[in-house]
C-alpha cells in the first residue's frame, strides 16, 4: 500500500475516525461520510491494475492514427487532438421519430450528437501524461465543440471521460466523449435547481459560497492558483473526488480566455498526478464538465467546474455503487475528504 494511504487508515484507525452525515449542496441530498469503514476487510472482487504497458500503437484499436473504423472510414495520421462522430451513437442528429404511445407513457425522438475526442495519437498515454501544453489543446478542443455544438441548436453539452476497464470503457486509447442533448442533462438541472433556491434563501450565489467555504477550511485544498481551485469537496460522495472550480464564475468553456486555459491545465496536470499516484498505481475516473445549458435563463448562478469521480478507494479495491447508492440514491463514503485530501498532496510531483 502506498505510504501517504497507509497512513489515512491508520488515522482512521484512531481518534480522527468521520462518521457524520454531510449535506451535499449541489444535489440537495445527504452523504454518509464512513471513514472508519475505508480499511475493512475485502473479500470480493480485486480490480486490476490500469495496464500501463500497452504499446504506443495498436493495430487493433479503432482510436489509433491510420487504422480503419467499424464504419469503414480510416483515421487520419493525427499528432494531437483527433474529434470525429461517434461510429455507435446514443444519440443521433437524424433519428427517426419513434411510434405514437399511449397517453401515460412521454417518448421522443433520441436526437442529439455524439462525438469522441482522441486526446494524443499515442495508444498507451493518459490525460494525466500529458504535458500543459498538450492538455491545453484538449481544452481548447473542449471549448471549440461546445461552442460548435451550441450553435448547432443543442440545448446541453456534456463533456466526459471514463478512464479504466473498471469504470468499463471499451477502449483504453486515450479519449473522451462529447453528447450533445436536446435537453439538459438530470445533475445539470439538479444543480440548476440548487443554484436558484440557494439564491431564493440566501440571496447569494452557491457556487461563490461553496468555493468560499472550501477556501475558509483550508483543509481539503488540492490546489489555488490564479484561476482555478481544486478541493476535495466537503461532501464528497467518492473517495479522492476532486472539483476544480473557477475562481470567478464562468457558465460554459466558451467564456474561458486562453490564459483561463493555461490556468486550468496547470491545475488538471497536478490534481491528475495526485491522483495516479496516491494509491500507487493508475486512478480509474469519470472526469466530466459541468456547464451550463446553452440557453440559461437565469445565468447568475451557475459556475463550470471539472468533476472527477475517482472509482479505486483503496489500491485493487474498487468502489461499487451498490444497493445504497444505486436503489437509494443515498452516497456512502468509506473516506473522510479530509484525509483523503491530505494524501493527495503528500503525492510528489514531476
Ligand atoms: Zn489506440
Known amino acids: 500500500m502506498a505510504g501517504s494511504l497507509a497512513k489515512v487508515f491508520s488515522l482512521e484507525k484512531g481518534r480522527s475516525v ?25 473479500q470480493g472482487l480485486s480490480a486490476t491494475a490500469n495496464d500501463d504497458h500497452r ?9 489509433c492514427p491510420g487504422n480503419r473504423r467499424i464504419s469503414g472510414e480510416r ?5 494531437q487532438v483527433y474529434v470525429f462522430d461517434n461510429d455507435h451513437p446514443s444519440l443521433g442528429a437524424t433519428v427517426a421519430p419513434p ?8 417518448v421522443a425522438p433520441a436526437a442529439g450528437r455524439c462525438r469522441v475526442m482522441c486526446y494524443d495519437p499515442d495508444h498507451q498515454r493518459r490525460l494525466s ?26 440545448a446541453h453539452v456534456f463533456i466526459f471521460e471514463n478512464n479504466g476497464e473498471v469504470v468499463g470503457v471499451s477502449n483504453p486509447h486515450p479519449h473522451c466523449q462529447i453528447y450533445a442533448f436536446p435537453f439538459v442533462v438530470d445533475t445539470i438541472a439538479r444543480e440548476l435547481r440548487a443554484a436558484k433556491t440557494y439564491r431564493e434563501a440566501h440571496q447569494r450565489p452557491l457556487f461563490q459560497d461553496l468555493i468560499q467555504a472550501e477556501r475558509d477550511d483550508q483543509r481539503r485544498i488540492l490546489i489555488d492558483n490564479e484561476g482555478w481551485l481544486a478541493f476535495v469537496p466537503y461532501f464528497a460522495q467518492f473517495p479522492f473526488e476532486t472539483m476544480i472550480c473557477p475562481h470567478r464564475p464562468v457558465r460554459q468553456l466558451t467564456e474561458l480566455s486562453d490564459l483561463d486555459i493555461q490556468d486550468l491545465a496547470v491545475v488538471m496536470r497536478a490534481v491528475l498526478g495526485r491522483l495516479d499516484g496516491v494509491l500507487g498505481q493508475a486512478q480509474s475516473y469519470i472526469l466530466s464538465v459541468h456547464q451550463a445549458p446553452a440557453a440559461l435563463i437565469d445565468p447568475e448562478d451557475y459556475s463550470l467546474y471539472i468533476h472527477i ?14 444497493g445504497v447508492e444505486t436503489a437509494a440514491g443515498q452516497f456512502l463514503n468509506d473516506a473522510a475528504p479530509e484525509a483523503h485530501a491530505q494524501a493527495l498532496m503528500e503525492v510528489p510531483l514531476n
Not at 130 to 136: A, I, S, T, V, Y
Open 75 to 79: 483515421n487520419p495520421q493525427y499528432a
Open 55 to 63: 504499446p504506443s500503437f495498436d493495430p487493433q484499436c479503432y482510436l
Open 309 to 322: 469521480q475517482p472509482l479505486l478507494r483503496a489500491p485493487g479495491l474498487q468502489k461499487f455503487l451498490a
Open 99 to 106: 411510434p405514437p404511445q399511449s397517453t401515460f407513457y412521454r
Open 129 to 154: 501524461h500529458l504535458e500543459n501544453n498538450e492538455l491545453e489543446i484538449v481544452l481548447k478542443s473542449w471549448r471549440h465543440e461546445t461552442e460548435m455544438l451550441s450553435d448547432e441548436g443543442w
Open 18 to 42: 468521520t462518521w457524520e452525515q454531510r449535506w451535499h449542496p449541489l444535489l440537495e441530498r445527504w452523504v454518509t461520510i464512513t471513514s472508519h469503514r475505508g480499511g475493512r476487510p475485502w
